[in-house]
């Protein structure tokens, strides 16, 4: 643990932005995070919790301390006939954790493979994909509170999980830093392949019966097709949720674009995909100087490098408003813009 000042963050985040932390500090046991939490020269300064940065815009350089999670470790903490519960540090990056799952063959995540990011920072956002949300797996988390340095558990109750979203994206938004989290895995899972393009990959594979491993394998297929390796083009995955509408709404756009795609949410309220909303507002592939929108998926905002993080948000807003003025629709953003 050593407190870093006038640190550029350009590679702690996912889309490439170089903008500097007044303070750096990694921590890597509840206890180094709780010591780092007392230091004196830290107790006013606003703070910045980073993950593997994929989540996250940077418009500015961060005038306060960020605080980059570094707790790894897989513990089996019980199991059961049905489930294994396994404990992982919110360090751990979440495709490890994902592989690591597979390889004791135990179901649950394997639709979420692939996604950018570490355990800590999924609850955050209930990261979700192909029909599977982190909810859906959840037992518990322990997160350290920001102000005491004390440690909380949160159950599923008290994560209040919505749509990408927590408790911790809104009541509770800066004030906990997520350690550990434990999920609820299934011994004898039921592969999900609800999701068409899971479907359509797997016949193209030729398997008839797909293990957790053949659901893995066809998501890594269709998310390296479709989206852009931050690791070459600077990028944070989906930059917008996809919006739930009235279905009363939807029954009325879609006599004007017929093609409209939708997917039930409950009796009144249909998710329409934001990236065909993009696409039909002209966005898919447009580049500006260093930055644009992605070939392959709309949803996606790129940094073809150099662009800063004040381009990415106005080019976020100039699509937000367009899609408004065409559909009625308003998109609202995944990543969290600094």
Request: net charge negative; charged share 20%; aromatic share 8%.
């Amino acid at each position: 643990m050593k407190l870093q000042t006038n640190i550029s963050l350009k590679p702690f985040n996912t889309f490439g932005m170089d903008a500097k932390a007044k303070f750096f500090a990694r921590f890597e046991t509840v206890q180094e995070l709780q010591e780092l939490l007392q230091m004196p020269e830290l107790q006013q300064e606003p703070k910045l919790i980073l993950g593997g940065g994929s989540n996250l815009l940077l418009t500015k350089d961060y005038e306060g301390v960020v605080l980059q999670n570094g707790i790894k470790g897989i513990v089996k903490q019980r199991e059961d006939e049905d489930f294994v519960y396994l404990q992982a540090g919110g360090g751990e990056v979440w495709h490890d954790f994902v592989l690591h799952t597979l390889r004791l063959n135990l179901g649950g995540i394997e639709n979420l493979s692939l996604i950018p990011g570490t355990v800590g920072a999924a609850p955050l956002q209930n990261i979700g994909a192909y029909g599977v949300e982190l909810k859906d797996v959840f037992e518990e988390l322990e997160a350290v509170h920001i102000e005491t340095g004390e440690v909380r558990l949160f159950d599923t109750s008290a994560c209040r999980f919505g749509y990408r979203e927590s408790v911790f994206k809104n009541d509770l938004k800066g004030q906990f830093i997520v350690t550990h989290v434990t999920f609820k895995l299934h011994k004898h899972h039921k592969p999900n392949t609800s999701y068409g393009a899971i479907s359509s990959t797997l016949e193209e594979m030729q398997v008839q019966q797909p293990s957790i491993q053949d659901i893995s394998a066809a998501v890594c297929h269709i998310r390296q097709s479709k989206l852009p390796d931050p690791k070459q083009i600077g990028n944070a995955g989906s930059f917008f949720k996809n919006p739930e509408i009235q279905l009363t709404q939807y029954q009325a756009l879609q006599k004007q674009y017929p093609a409209m795609p939708s997917y039930p949410v409950s009796d009144t309220t249909v998710k329409v995909p934001a990236g065909w909303l993009i696409e039909q507002c002209g966005w898919k592939g447009k580049v500006i100087g260093n930055y644009g929108v992605h070939k392959n998926q709309a949803l996606v905002l790129v940094n073809y490098g150099g662009a800063r993080g004040a381009d990415i948000q106005q080019l976020a807003f100039d699509v937000i408003q367009s899609v408004e003025d065409k559909f009625g629709i308003r998109l609202h953003p995944e990543v969290n813009i600094i």
